[in-house]
């Protein structure tokens, strides 16, 4: 339900829970320069979900790096970012450029089972003879970055969201290019706000 008892009806963001909200929470605060009487709403949560409560009309927007139908959204091209290894400074891998799936089939790994990139990150490395052993599971970026902190393993994240730490250092993975697009879906059954609109552009400009 929206919040019926504002003034203005929020304009509603739904957030795929695989999405860093770096570049997002940027976009929002300049579009709210902008135009500072809009209200927002941020929903995190699973693609699939979010998908089904914009076409219901209780989204404006939904971000997320998934296939979609042009024929059912206005599909916007956000931005493309890679995927690097996150480990606690003094962790075995901190001082190397870049790591290979071999570094990382030697070390305990925080896995993230809703990443989009985890299939074929893992068909690679059977392919190359490796296997990934991950000591933690968690759906939640913020438990495995804490994780790494603590220096419990690696976890490999999309760039937007690593956080810019001091506790934490960032490598690429060197024998494999992992990276996708993010996208702003609009639900093309349902007329637009202008509002909606301009935030979308705001979230293109990175």
């Known amino acids: 339900m929206r919040h019926t008892r504002l003034e203005r009806v929020p304009i509603g963001i ?23 009487q ?12 979010l998908l089904t409560t914009l076409r219901d009309g209780q989204l404006d927007v939904v971000v997320a790096s998934t296939d979609a139908s042009p024929a059912l959204y206005r599909i916007d091209y956000l931005y493309n970012e890679q995927y690097h290894v996150v480990v606690k400074k003094g962790h075995e891998l901190a001082n190397l450029e870049a790591v290979t799936l071999g570094d990382l089939a030697k070390t305990t790994m925080l896995d993230r089972p809703n990443c989009e990139m985890r299939d074929t990150l893992h068909a690679t490395c059977s392919e190359l003879g490796h ?13 495995l970055i804490d994780l790494a902190r603590q220096g419990s393993g690696a976890v490999i994240l ?15 993975i060197e024998d494999i290019h992992i990276q996708r697009d993010v996208l702003a879906l609009r639900y093309r059954h349902q007329s637009g706000r202008p509002e909606a609109a ?9």
């Not at 209200?39 to 995190?44: A, D, K, T, Y």
């Not at 296997?131 to 438990?143: E, F, G, K, Q, T």
């Not at 999309?158 to 690429?172: C, K, R, S, V």
Request: charged share 30%; aromatic share 6%; hydrophobic share 40%.
């Open 14 to 36: 739904g957030i795929g829970d695989t999405v860093g909200n770096n570049k997002i929470a940027a976009a929002v605060e300049r579009f709210r320069a902008r135009i500072p």
């Open 131 to 143: 296997a990934l052993y991950a000591s933690y599971r968690s759906n939640r970026v913020d438990w």
């Open 158 to 172: 999309p760039e937007t969201a690593i956080p810019n730490d001091t506790a934490l250092t960032t490598m690429p």
């Open 198 to 206: 301009e935030l979308v552009k705001e979230l293109a400009r990175g």
């Open 38 to 49: 809009a209200e927002i709403e941020l929903i995190v949560g699973r693609t699939e979900d």
